[in-house]
């Protein structure tokens, strides 16, 4: 999909919002309010994350700039929170809608069955006509703090709610190439080369972040605009098939939910490196990783825990959990037959590193 006509048919949106939107338009949640009613009443659900929250509380508690403590991140998102909801509950509720808060953490998604939980009531808001306001629990986050950032929570959003649509708003026309000028269509598969993340006193994100995740989006089967924040009536205009920001069109066949969530969400705690015929293996989509095609392990992870396959080069081919731990893993390597079977015992010619279903091919 290159056409942006496509986009027209969009019945499931996903709007991400940034820190610095909302800590400096205080107008913007009723911009953004009168446009998801607008969508409503086209029969398209929104889902709402937003950043802000510590960047509107430091200031209540007295701080001179945005802290950079864990502790006072925390306490800033604490005081900041309510007001968020305040602003977007006045805006919604001005075009008769219903916010809902949801506060997510990545705890909350690596958790398979937390995972499936907050999908069955982000469905039920969605159901009801409600409008969820997601936003990262900074208040007990601790390492999503200094490392996460909404872009990627977005991202993550959009399988829970199977959307077609994921708009990341910022402060620039789009994704710039480099002369400044915007680039209209981009594949999620192309090398941007690298991009410049800014460091932002107000948020965590930047362009680099947003392009990763509208790669990540765009593996869920749905399409991607980093639109201008500023522009007036940016969402609809882009629903519309308006040529505004960079679309990211959607790829051919999705990722299943859980595969998505193997390969995005969960954090890789090792890396296993193969041989030249494991990656032919991996690659070709039908052959579990065996312990014969491992040349090295590293990390320290458990049976269940998510893993990188990279070839001999350092690129990563593959991502999947892995059915051994990294003695088992480190024991078993390069063995196969008789050889396999002294190291590990009798049941040792069974041994699976990583099963095709548990594998997501990297691209």
């Given at each position: 999909?290159?056409?942006?006509?496509?986009?027209?048919?969009?019945?499931?949106?996903?709007?991400?919002i940034?820190?610095?939107?909302?800590?400096?338009?205080?107008?913007?949640?009723?911009?953004?309010?009168?446009?998801?009613?607008?969508?409503?009443?086209?029969?398209?659900?929104?889902?709402?994350?937003?950043?802000?929250?510590?960047?509107?509380?430091?200031?209540?508690?007295?701080?001179?700039?945005?802290?950079?403590?864990?502790?006072?991140?925390?306490?800033?998102?604490?005081?900041?929170?309510?007001?968020?909801?305040?602003?977007?509950?006045?805006?919604?509720?001005?075009?008769?809608?219903?916010?809902?808060?949801?506060?997510?953490?990545?705890?909350d998604?690596?958790?398979?069955?937390?995972?499936?939980?907050?999908?069955?009531?982000?469905?039920?808001?969605?159901?009801?006509?409600?409008?969820?306001?997601?936003?990262?629990?900074?208040?007990?986050?601790?390492?999503?703090?200094?490392?996460?950032?909404?872009?990627?929570?977005?991202?993550?959003?959009?399988?829970?709610?199977?959307?077609?649509?994921?708009?990341?708003?910022?402060?620039?026309?789009?994704?710039?190439?480099?002369?400044?000028?915007?680039i209209?269509?981009?594949?999620?598969?192309?090398?941007?080369?690298?991009?410049?993340?800014?460091?932002?006193?107000?948020?965590?994100?930047?362009?680099?972040?947003?392009?990763?995740?509208?790669?990540?989006?765009?593996?869920?089967?749905?399409?991607?605009?980093?639109?201008p924040?500023?522009?007036?009536?940016?969402?609809?205009?882009?629903?519309?098939?308006?040529?505004?920001?960079?679309?990211?069109?959607?790829?051919?066949?999705?990722?299943?939910?859980?595969?998505?969530?193997?390969?995005?969400?969960?954090?890789?705690?090792?890396?296993?490196?193969?041989?030249?015929?494991?990656?032919?293996?991996?690659?070709?989509g039908?052959?579990?990783?065996?312990?014969?095609?491992?040349?090295?392990?590293?990390?320290?992870?458990?049976?269940g825990?998510?893993?990188?396959?990279?070839?001999?080069?350092?690129?990563?081919?593959?991502?999947?959990?892995?059915?051994?731990?990294?003695?088992d893993?480190?024991?078993?390597?390069?063995?196969?037959?008789?050889?396999?079977?002294?190291?590990?015992?009798?049941?040792?010619?069974?041994?699976?590193?990583?099963?095709?279903?548990?594998?997501?091919?990297?691209?």
């Amino acid at each position: 999909m290159t056409d942006r006509s496509e986009l027209v048919k969009t019945r499931r949106l996903v709007v991400k919002i940034g820190s610095r939107t909302i800590a400096n338009d205080p107008t913007f949640p009723a911009r953004l309010a009168a446009q998801v009613a607008g969508l409503a009443e086209a029969k398209c659900g929104s889902v709402v994350v937003t950043s802000g929250a510590i960047a509107l509380g430091w200031g209540r508690l007295g701080y001179k700039a945005k802290p950079r403590e864990v502790a006072l991140l925390q306490a800033s998102a604490a005081a900041g929170q309510s007001v968020l909801m305040r602003r977007y509950d006045e805006a919604f509720g001005a075009v008769n809608l219903t916010p809902a808060q949801v506060l997510l953490s990545y705890a909350d998604l690596a958790d398979r069955e937390r995972l499936n939980n907050a999908r069955e009531a982000l469905g039920a808001l969605l159901d009801a006509g409600a409008v969820p306001i997601v936003n990262e629990n900074d208040t007990v986050a601790t390492d999503e703090i200094r490392f996460g950032d909404n872009d990627q929570l977005a991202a993550m959003v959009v399988p829970l709610v199977s959307a077609d649509l994921l708009v990341l708003l910022t402060d620039v026309a789009g994704v710039l190439d480099g002369d400044g000028q915007r680039i209209s269509v981009m594949s999620a598969h192309s090398e941007m080369g690298k991009i410049e993340v800014s460091a932002d006193r107000v948020g965590s994100g930047g362009m680099g972040s947003k392009v990763d995740a509208a790669r990540k989006a765009c593996r869920s089967g749905a399409a991607v605009v980093i639109a201008p924040a500023g522009h007036p009536n940016v969402l609809s205009e882009i629903v519309a098939g308006a040529d505004l920001g960079t679309l990211f069109p959607r790829l051919g066949l999705p990722l299943k939910a859980r595969k998505h969530w193997i390969a995005f969400t969960l954090r890789p705690k090792g890396t296993l490196l193969l041989d030249s015929g494991a990656v032919r293996a991996v690659q070709d989509g039908k052959s579990s990783l065996l312990p014969v095609g491992v040349v090295g392990v590293a990390g320290e992870f458990s049976a269940g825990d998510a893993v990188r396959l990279v070839a001999l080069d350092g690129t990563e081919i593959a991502r999947g959990l892995t059915r051994l731990s990294t003695a088992d893993v480190a024991r078993a390597a390069g063995k196969k037959g008789s050889e396999l079977e002294a190291s590990q015992g009798a049941e040792a010619c069974e041994l699976v590193v990583v099963h095709k279903d548990d594998l997501v091919i990297s691209g």
